[in-house]
Structures are given as C-alpha cells and as structure tokens.
T-cell receptor
Framework: DVKVTQSSRYLVKRTGEKVFLECVQD?????MFWYRQDPGLGLRLIYF???????EKGDIPEGYSVSREKKERFSLILESASTNQTSMYLC??????????????FGSGTRLTVV | GESVGLHLPTLSVQEGDNSIINCAYSNSASDYFIWYKQESGKGPQFIID?????DKRQGQRVTVLLNKTVKHLSLQIAATQPGDSAVYFCAEIGISNFGNEKLTFGTGTRLTIIP
C-alpha cells in the first residue's frame, strides 16, 4: 500500500559530497514536493514540481536543486553537502482535482546526516 | 510575511479525555487547511481538512473548527487513546510567486497521551 517511496531511510554523507535523494510515487500525481523537517521549525518547502521537467523554488531552496525527468520520480540534489543540511527530508505528491491540489501524500522520510 | 503556526509545542492529556490543538494563520486569503498527524519514524498522515466556506467539519473522533474572523483553527480529538500520541501539524494551501499552489506547515504540537 506504499504510495510515496523514498529510496533511503538513513544516509550519512561527508561535507562537500554531491548527494541525491530519490522519491517515487505510484499514484500518477502531477505535483511533487520536497520538504525538510527540523525540530521547532516544522516542515519547510525546498522545491516543488507541477509537471515533468517543471520546477519552482520553495521557501528555502539555497544549496539544493531538483530533477523531474519522469512524472513518477522527483530527485533532490545537494550539490555540495554541508553540515547545516543535516535534517529529515520528506517527499510528497498531490494531484489536481477541480483545478485545485488534492490528496497530498507523504513518504516516510530520509534522515540525512552530513559529517 | 505569511505564516501558519501552532500555539503550544507540547500538550499532555489523560487517556480518555478530549484534546484541543490550536493553530493560527496570517494569510486571510487562505481557503483550504489540512491537519496532519506524524508518528515517530513516519511521514505526516492526513487527518482531516476544511475549506473556508465551512466553520466545522467532523471525522471519526476528530473535529476541525475554523474561525476566519480571528484566523484560527483547531483540531479536537475526542476520547483520546495511546495511539493518538504524535506530532500534529496544521497546514494551509498558499499560492507561490508563479501562481502555483503549495502547502505551508506550522511548527507542530507534540501530543502525549498519559495512560
């Protein structure tokens, strides 16, 4: 019954490494989102995509990029990982119904530690 | 700037009692709100939603109240059970700079049910 799958549950990377976080959804949703979650800050939107090859910056895009080559897959890229990017990363997807986003569904998260 | 936030970071309730979790928002144009529950090690899960043309919506043991005058919403959980222990987030649908919908979260309230 898993609908949004994040490829890794835990990751440990070194400072300066290029890091790829993968997310796949099987609901044929148009929109996909990447959030990071930190204690006391809730979930903050990094990037989102409303169509294949389309993307838009969220509230905290600095240090990140994304790729959406196929409808079901949305990748978050840390070009050069830094310790302040240690966080829980959550992927979500939603569909369009009557012109509005609907059915937001989240993955279980990837806990990334940058050392 | 626009924001959505919760009043209390933690809340403890005796098992069997009712609990109320509050949330304030600042964007008077927001017309759709969602409550999520996040258990340890999992992604946020949809609980209930409400649109701005409603003041109240009920689900199974949960009720959401929306007061547009003071830009406040609350989640009421009746007859709390140990499984209700989790972090609860309110979220609002906002519009990005390019006119796309995005979901903005509050900082969350950790609800602990005391046996």
């Amino acid at each position: 019954d898993v609908k949004v799958t994040q490829s890794s549950r835990y990751l440990v990377k070194r400072t300066g490494e290029k890091v790829f976080l993968e997310c796949v959804q099987d609901m044929d949703h148009e929109n996909m989102f990447w959030y990071r979650q930190d204690p006391g800050l809730g979930l903050r939107l990094i990037y989102f995509s409303y169509d294949v090859k389309m993307k838009e910056k969220g509230d905290i895009p600095e240090g990140y990029s994304v790729s959406r080559e196929k409808k079901e897959r949305f990748s978050l890229i840390l070009e050069s990982a830094s310790t302040n990017q240690t966080s829980m990363y959550l992927c979500a997807s939603s569909t369009i119904r009557a012109g509005r986003n609907y059915g937001y569904t989240f993955g279980s998260g990837t806990r990334l530690t940058v050392v | 700037g626009e924001s959505v936030g919760l009043h209390l970071p933690t809340l403890s309730v005796q098992e069997g009692d009712n609990s109320i979790i509050n949330c304030a928002y600042s964007n008077s144009a927001s017309d759709y709100f969602i409550w999520y529950k996040q258990e340890s090690g999992k992604g946020p899960q949809f609980i209930i939603d409400i649109r701005s043309n409603m003041d109240k919506r009920q689900g199974q043991r949960v009720t959401v109240l929306l007061n547009k005058t003071v830009k406040h919403l609350s989640l009421q959980i009746a007859a709390t059970q140990p499984g209700d222990s989790a972090v609860y987030f309110c979220a609002e649908i906002g519009i990005s700079n390019f006119g796309n919908e995005k979901l903005t979260f509050g900082t969350g309230t950790r609800l602990t049910i005391i046996p």
